[in-house]
């Protein structure tokens, strides 16, 4: 079976076909960048309306001749994520659907990005750290048992998550004080290693939740207030600083949750999981509490229409109801509200 995934919730579409033995054919995507503003919806929107057709046009051609006669179900992500770009997705992927009469299944977004870790890193049953532009969230698979009475599908359940922004929000909104541009992750990640002080910022955790609102006000005021003649706070200081105070944060918070629960695993997954900063983190508290850090390569990280179509084969095997015509997008759909029907 070949499933056509496509992935739409933010600054990047992505489009993917997978085989049932989980082997990628294709894997093609275009990403939004700024210099200055960040994502601005309508602009995001029209990035996605330019680049979508070629996108799936160099998807078909590198998975060979023919495929799309060969395409049994079609995957789109259908949330969580901004309405508009969702709403666009959908609609690309329902006439595609009618066009080709084949089922469109609708993926949850948060889901894909675990499942997807799951596959690469052969995860049995492991803590998840997922962390992006929007989400921060430790998270747990219970399986149901598909019967009795209450007829329990298996879910993932958030055991911590920040009460405020996401962890990639947090980095994006940071990078553009400083005038990095967007993505802000990786240009903060290079002006870090120029810092040699570390700043003191507020470090706000309970249990296994986190807040980073206040991280950043500091930050924000630290940054507006420097006078280069009195302060020795300097931007790189400043990038250093608040990497190791927000990935210490998720690193604590994901500690807990392995103790809590008594998990031996714990599975990277999120655009933000990138960073070697955090990766180092997490792979020195796992060794030293005898668990395993495990990550999948960047580009199952970042957002890909690989994962999408990976949990499109998933819903098709486990016989999830496809997607009907009255379909819509759900921008606030949460990883534990989905019924996980797949073993």
């Known amino acids: 079976m070949l499933c ?27 990403s939004f960048i700024s210099t200055g503003k960040g994502m601005v919806p309508r602009e995001v929107l029209t990035f996605h309306k330019a680049h979508a057709s070629a996108v799936l046009d160099r998807t078909l051609a590198a998975a060979g001749p023919d495929v799309v006669e060969k395409i049994d179900a079609i995957a789109i992500s259908q949330g969580p994520g901004i309405g508009t770009l969702l709403h666009e997705g959908l609609q690309t992927a329902c006439t595609l659907a009618d066009t080709l009469d084949v089922p469109l299944f609708g993926i949850n977004h948060a889901v894909a990005h675990l499942e997807i870790g799951r596959k690469e890193c052969s995860a049995k049953d492991p803590v998840y750290l997922y962390v992006s532009g929007g989400n921060t969230q430790l998270l747990i698979r219970e399986d149901g048992d598909g019967q009795g009475e209450k007829n329990r599908a298996s879910r993932y359940h958030i055991v911590g998550e920040t009460l405020d922004i996401g962890i990639g929000n947090l980095l994006d909104k940071s990078a553009r004080l400083l005038g990095l541009g967007f993505p802000g992750g990786p240009p903060l990640y290079e002006l870090s290693l120029k810092g040699k002080n570390f700043v003191e910022l507020p470090y706000t955790i309970k249990g296994m939740d986190v807040c980073f609102s206040g991280l950043y006000t500091a930050f924000k005021n630290r940054f507006e207030h420097v006078d280069p003649k009195k302060d020795a706070v300097v931007p790189a200081d400043l990038a250093f600083s608040l990497q190791e105070v927000a990935f210490d944060m998720v690193c604590e918070a994901a500690e807990r949750a392995l103790s809590h629960f008594e998990k031996d695993e714990l599975v990277l997954a999120g655009g933000v999981a990138c960073s070697k900063v955090l990766q180092e983190k997490t792979k020195i508290m796992c060794q030293e509490r005898g668990a395993k850090m495990l990550v999948p390569e960047n580009k199952f990280l970042t957002d890909n229409g690989a994962m999408i179509a990976w949990n499109g084969i998933l819903a098709l095997q486990g016989g999830q109801k496809p997607l009907g015509p009255d379909a819509k997008a759900k921008p606030d759909w949460r990883a534990d509200d989905v019924a996980v029907v797949w073993p």
Do not use: P
């Open 4 to 30: 056509l995934g496509f992935e739409c919730t933010a600054h990047t579409f992505g489009a993917a076909i997978v085989d049932s033995s989980g082997r990628f054919l294709s894997s093609e995507k275009a």
